[in-house]
């Protein structure tokens, strides 16, 4: 764990968090500052900066909760797509140094299509904590 890290004071409890999904690696929160309704975060419990330091194992049960969470989400909201995305280090657009995926939700047509490349970068509106959790039970519901 990082003392600095938010994502890892979510683990450690000091932090809040809508959480959609957690066993012993992996933990699955809702985006505070979402791309579409349903964005959620797929993290290892245990820090690792980028892809290049996480093992292959642990990437490897990672993605088996990105699956299962992206078909939750899916059904959740009743996407037409889903975008999966992973950034590594400042230039390409990572701004938690802890190795996380987002699992997007995507509608024909919606806003975020012009954003692509650029994806979580300011401009998306931070969400309450109520809708937050609302959509995160949807989403358990649906594991």
Not at 49 to 63: N, R, S
Not at 83 to 94: C, K, V
Request: net charge negative; hydrophobic share 45%.
């Amino acid at each position: 764990m990082s003392e600095s890290c938010s994502f890892c004071k979510i683990m450690l409890g000091e932090d809040q968090a809508s959480i959609v999904y957690e066993d012993d690696r992996v933990l699955a929160f809702m985006d505070l500052h979402p791309a579409n309704v349903g964005h959620t975060l797929v993290v290892p419990r245990e820090h690792w900066e980028t892809i290049y330091d996480i093992p292959e194992k642990a990437l490897a049960d990672l993605f088996a909760v990105v699956k299962r969470v992206s078909v939750a989400v899916k059904k959740a909201v009743g996407a037409e797509g889903m975008s999966i995305l992973q950034f590594n280090e400042r230039a390409a657009g990572q701004s938690v140094r802890h190795f996380h995926v987002h699992v997007i939700p995507r509608f024909r047509g919606d806003a975020i299509s012009k954003f692509i490349g650029v994806m979580l970068g300011p401009g998306f509106k931070k969400v309450e904590r109520q809708d937050l959790d609302e959509i995160a039970e949807k989403i358990k519901e649906n594991l």
